[in-house]
């Protein structure tokens, strides 16, 4: 019996698959993309609207407005899955590695 509650408060408790290396892979991969989420759409917002649709295209300013922001949103979604594709593979990686210990 004693044995029992022994195993049912190990189940109970959070398995440790993280160590220290694995824990700051992880701080600097969302420190990481944090950076490129606040950057990349900011930057295109303002390269495209100026460089692109005013400057090559000839658009008026209120046209460049719209259609810069329309590419800033699509930047926010192409890191945005980027995250998602680097964090699925890191902890794949790390569970397989887990469980072949």
Do not use: C
């Not at 195993?7 to 892979?25: G, K, T, V, W």
């Not at 658009?59 to 810069?68: I, K, L, T, V, W």
Request: net charge neutral.
């Amino acid at each position: 019996m004693e044995r029992l509650d022994k195993a049912a408060l190990n189940a109970l408790q959070p398995p440790e698959f993280r160590s220290e290396s694995s824990l700051a892979s992880t701080l600097k991969t969302l420190l990481f993309f944090t950076a490129l989420m606040i950057t990349v759409p900011i930057g295109l917002y303002f390269a495209t609207k100026s460089y692109i649709f005013e400057g090559a295209l000839g658009m008026s300013n209120r046209d460049s407005y719209f259609y810069a922001a329309i590419v800033a949103v699509v930047a926010v979604h192409v890191v945005l899955a980027l995250f998602v594709y680097v964090a699925w593979n890191e902890g794949s990686r790390q569970w397989r590695e887990g469980k072949q210990d």
